[in-house]
């Protein structure tokens, strides 16, 4: 029992003499035994270790007191901690604004942040070991840029074959499959996947299991098909039984052998609804020919690989073979500098985003630099009034850096309170953020780590300044009223300065935000098509059914036929989407020669468009005529645009001749260079063109006003009415009446009828699909306007503080002038002349910063507006105004002192 | 390092003085000053960290053989004689102001 008592009480002892302790006990009490004493008095005996161990312990944590030069430098820390609670607690307002500020700060710094960690560090779901995965990318190095090359299936087996140092290498591709549920078919995002792409992942199924080695090995013996969770729950309501199921893909029937975990999108910010092995490629690949192929016979398929590290094995070496690939992979390509490029697996590769990043984070900082120069603002001001009391602590005998670690004290316990306001404050914003951009952003331990490393960072730039200049002045001069009086000035110079940079950074964000939403908004602004609230586009694929040309053609002629009949449907057509995006793609570029040019002749966007479909979009019609169904029959007449007959047939076109290629139409892995020249006219280059022989002679019927306009510019454009190409995929536009009233459904029901395997997706208006498109570049133009609202609050309160202790510092000042006859208005326009200063000098250099910006971003940002004078004017109007008012509330308190009263304490 | 002249209460000279006339351990002082170990051991370490007492252990050996724990001696130091030789002739001063009382 005593044993056990002792024991209890050791734990009072500090660790490191704790063995010791008890060593020494247990020998006194086992002699007290030996010696035959009594159980009471051996007990009464062992209560004295309770005060040995208490006294033990004050000797131990004394002498780690006393030793040491750290413990020195924190000697009494908790009082610091307790004095710079009080004195916080004394000065509410103080510890309110500056908390507030801060916390504004770091929120938004934490915000962009966690969107910059989630888009980086996020591990895929479902994956297990992400870190040892590896991307491999076939491409070649050129002049520093690695491009990639669209590897083909041969160039897996290759790589697979090679990479020793890869316990598995895993292929997969993108595809688009159109599934038949119930004589409905509809459109779902796939992964076309070497059978071990499961395995090399880690994956475990929530149902079922995945594909097994053997089903990728020969074509069409083993149909089967993994599927989403989402469509799993969408198809099945989760049942057990759909596994063994047959579903129709592509008009293939498959038979479902898993589900992949909720979430599941392999190593790509993609969502895929199913997989299918390489084996059943046939069910989407296609060959140079355009007709179904199998993955080894389809060419170059733009394949990305992902392999998992052997243990033990580094990245560096599995880099170190994949560059000794080199010469294998020369032996079966044409390409002789192809080469492959060995990535860690992350959602984005930071590596090549530094410029990104970098921007992304510089708004965020920037506000946060604000914040603290508001808060330094604030410690000024408040240290100023305890100059008196930091006087005597160091006449008494303290030390300087005593009285500095108690204002850093002050600081680091206003940040941590600011921390937690602010990752609330970015909490609440990432939850408005995620719903203008569905990226999941957690706050996880790495975001919590970095909003803690500003904190501190932040605390000690926004105290440290101000408390060591200010300790300085306190330690120069003991003598506390001399120091009211002949400091104020040289401080409240800093002041000022503290206020011209923040009126510069927030004028500079403010002028930018404004340029960049202005920018968003004017290009916007100028639709070239009428009533883009009454066109309704829909994507139409029969590609998925593997149609012959001719059977596809008979269905988007019926299709056509069909929709033209809608009741509220003026008229209907077809078109390449690129149309009205300007997005580019193999099919929709030509090659055209000019009567005169003997030369390979030039690329130019084509675009192929059905007879009605100028009247759907309602273009207009500058010169000549529009198409009529005759035009389709057969290739010989086009429409052009203006800037296409000002640019190549003098503004004459109605009428005159030139040969036109076919498309490349290599479908969308096709490399299509597109290069601005300064003046921002594009030339495009396609890897394979079609050669003069293959062209056909074709005459300009008409020329058209521009629907494509990009900014101020519109590239030439030509349209023709009949088939080049087949194109399996194409968009179709409808032109609604006045009433504006469509039923999507009577569009549906008319593919149905024709074939219910074809599936309609994405149907919308073009001013929908406007508002949705650059929503990213919108954000980004609205969160720095945001920023620069809350930039100028911040400076707003800035200013205010300053101002209103100007004005209680020189009280005795304003009360003497007015005793001496000066009026109320003239005081209050001295003191808000005075702060207006530094504002307006700021403004002007944060102008000028925003000036700078703004051109930079003229250089990165396609179709950007110069230098804005009407956001620049906008911008110093408004900070003008809130600076002035911000000044003037706490002016006009000078203008009320009574001149008695302050010639009384005189 | 200790203070130059440290301050020692009443136990603690009294434990000292019990050290120096080779009552090596606790329970040895206690028996003889009749003082009780809740204040025998705390001296003891105060008096130790001002150094004026050394400690040591017993041999492993000799416990062994008499199966016990090994104890811990202690042991008065060079400082601590001097300190007690100066606070012995403080005290004997102050005992001089009480004379002894006549039995009669």
């Not at chain 1, 355009?290 to 389809?298: D, F, Q, S, T, V």
């Not at chain 1, 880099?319 to 080199?326: H, S």
């Not at chain 1, 957690?442 to 440290?464: E, G, M, Q, Y």
Request: hydrophobic share 50%; net charge positive.
């Amino acid at each position: 029992m005593i044993r056990i008592l002792l024991c209890l009480v050791s734990l009072l002892v500090p660790h490191a003499v704790r063995p010791r302790w008890r060593e020494e006990w247990l020998a006194e009490m086992s002699h007290a035994r030996s010696r035959g004493e009594r159980l009471r008095r051996r007990i009464s005996m062992a209560a004295g270790s309770v005060p040995d161990a208490l006294t033990t312990r004050r000797i131990a944590t004394a002498a780690r007191r006393a030793t040491g030069p750290r413990a020195g430098i924190f000697h009494a820390l908790d009082q610091d901690v307790r004095y710079a609670m009080r004195g916080l607690a004394k000065d509410p307002g103080f510890a309110f604004g500056v908390i507030l500020s801060l916390a504004l700060g770091i929120g938004a710094n934490t915000a962009a942040f966690s969107m910059i960690n989630a888009a980086i560090f996020r591990p895929f779901p479902g994956v297990a070991n992400q870190e040892e995965l590896v991307r491999l990318t076939l491409g070649t190095h050129d002049r520093q840029k690695f491009s990639t090359i669209p590897a083909s299936y041969r160039d897996f087996m290759t790589i697979r074959e090679n990479m020793t140092t890869v316990s598995g290498l895993s292929a997969y591709r993108d595809a688009a499959f159109a599934i038949s549920t119930d004589g409905q078919t509809t459109g779902v995002p796939g992964t076309l996947v070497s059978g071990n792409y499961f395995d090399v992942l880690g994956v475990k199924p929530a149902a079922g299991r995945f594909f097994l080695e053997r089903e990728d090995q020969t074509a069409w013996t083993h149909p089967v098909v993994v599927i989403s969770d989402a469509l799993w729950e969408r198809l099945y309501d989760r049942a057990p039984s759909a596994i063994g199921r047959p579903l129709l893909v592509n008009g293939a029937a498959l038979e479902i052998v898993g589900v992949a975990p909720a979430g599941f999108m392999g190593v790509k910010a993609r969502s895929p609804g199913l997989w299918v092995t390489m084996a059943m490629g046939e069910l989407t690949l296609r060959g140079p020919d355009g007709r179904p192929a199998r993955a080894e016979a389809a060419g170059p398929l733009g394949l990305e690989y992902v392999g998992r590290r052997r243990s033990g094995v580094t990245l560096e070496q599995v880099r170190a073979q994949a560059g000794a690939l080199r010469e294998r992979l020369e032996a079966t390509r044409p390409n002789p500098r192809a080469r492959v490029s060995v990535l860690p697996v992350m959602l984005n590769d930071p590596s090549g985003m530094a410029p990104e990043i970098a921007g992304f984070m510089a708004v965020p900082m920037l506000v946060l630099a604000i914040a603290c120069v508001n808060a330094a603002n604030l410690v000024m001001a408040r240290s100023s009034r305890r100059v008196r009391d930091w006087t005597v602590r160091l006449a008494v005998g303290a030390t300087r850096w005593r009285v500095v670690r108690q204002v850093l004290a002050d600081a680091m316990i206003l940040s941590a309170a600011a921390t937690v306001l602010g990752l609330l404050l970015s909490r609440w914003a990432l939850s408005f953020i995620m719903r203008i951009l569905p990226v999941p952003a957690p706050l996880d331990a790495r975001v919590a780590l970095f909003a803690v490393a500003i904190a501190v960072l932040t605390a000690v730039i926004f105290s440290l300044g101000p408390a060591l200049s200010v300790t300085r002045h306190a330690a120069k001069r003991l003598a506390p009223a001399a120091a009211q009086i002949g400091g104020s000035r040289a401080r409240s110079t800093a002041r000022f300065a503290l206020i011209a940079l923040q009126a510069a950074l927030s004028l500079g964000l403010l002028a930018t935000g404004t340029q960049f939403a202005r920018t968003v908004y004017a290009a916007a602004a100028t639709e070239p098509i009428a009533h883009p609230e009454s066109l309704v586009l829909a994507a139409v694929d029969v590609d998925p059914l593997r149609l012959e040309r001719e059977a596809g053609e008979e269905f988007y002629r019926q299709l056509l036929d069909r929709v033209s009949r809608i009741p509220g449907v003026t008229a209907a057509g077809f078109a390449p989407r690129g149309i009205v995006t300007g997005q580019v793609s193999g099919d929709t570029l030509a090659r055209i020669w000019l009567a005169e040019s003997r030369d390979d002749g030039t690329s130019q966007l084509a675009f192929k468009v059905s007879a009605r479909l100028l009247d759907a979009v309602a273009v207009r019609l500058l010169q000549g005529r529009r198409f009529t169904a005759v035009d389709e029959t057969s290739i010989s007449t086009v429409i052009v645009n203006k800037p296409f007959a000002d640019k190549f047939l003098q503004g004459q076109a109605v009428g005159r001749s030139f040969r036109l290629g076919r498309p490349a139409n290599t479908g969308a892995s096709a490399m299509i260079i597109v290069t601005l020249d300064r003046k921002g006219v594009p030339t495009y280059k396609t890897a394979s063109g079609s050669t003069a022989g293959d062209a056909v002679e074709v005459t300009v019927v008409g020329v058209v006003d521009g629907i494509m306009k990009q900014g101020a510019f519109e590239p030439p454009i030509l349209y023709y009415p009949a088939a080049l190409v087949y194109q399996p995929a194409r968009t179709l536009f409808l032109r609604l009446d006045r009433s504006g009233r469509f039923n999507a459904a009577a569009l549906h029901a008319a593919a149905r009828e024709i074939d219910a395997r074809v599936p309609i997706t994405g149907v919308t208006t073009l001013a929908e699909m406007r508002l949705n498109h650059n929503v990213d570049v919108k954000f980004a133009g609205r969160a720095v306007g945001v920023l620069g609202i809350l930039a100028l609050i911040l400076t707003a309160g800035g200013l205010y503080s300053v101002v209103s202790y100007i004005v209680s510092l020189r009280r005795q000042e304003v009360g003497i002038r007015i005793a001496l006859g000066a009026a109320a208005g003239s005081i209050i326009g001295m003191i808000v002349r005075q702060a207006l200063l530094p504002t307006v000098i700021g403004a002007a250099l944060g102008a000028a910063g925003a000036g700078v910006v703004g051109v930079v971003i003229r250089s990165r940002m396609y179709g950007a507006s110069p230098v804005d004078p009407v956001a620049f004017g906008g911008a110093t109007l408004l900070m003008l105004a809130v600076m002035l008012v911000a000044s003037w509330i706490p002016a006009r308190h000078a203008g009320r002192v009574d001149p008695i009263s302050v010639l009384r304490q005189e | 390092m200790a203070p130059a002249n440290p301050a020692l209460s009443y136990t603690g000279l009294f434990v000292l003085q019990a050290v120096a006339q080779g009552h090596r351990f606790g329970f040895d002082i206690m028996d003889v000053t009749g003082l009780p170990s809740g204040t025998i051991y705390p001296a003891l370490r105060r008096l130790e960290a001002l150094e004026l007492v050394s400690s040591d252990w017993e041999k492993d050996a000799k416990a062994r053989k008499e199966g016990r724990p090994r104890r811990r001696y202690y042991e008065i130091t060079r400082a601590g004689t001097l300190q007690l030789a100066e606070a012995e002739s403080r005290y004997r001063a102050v005992g001089r102001l009480f004379p002894k009382r006549s039995t009669t």
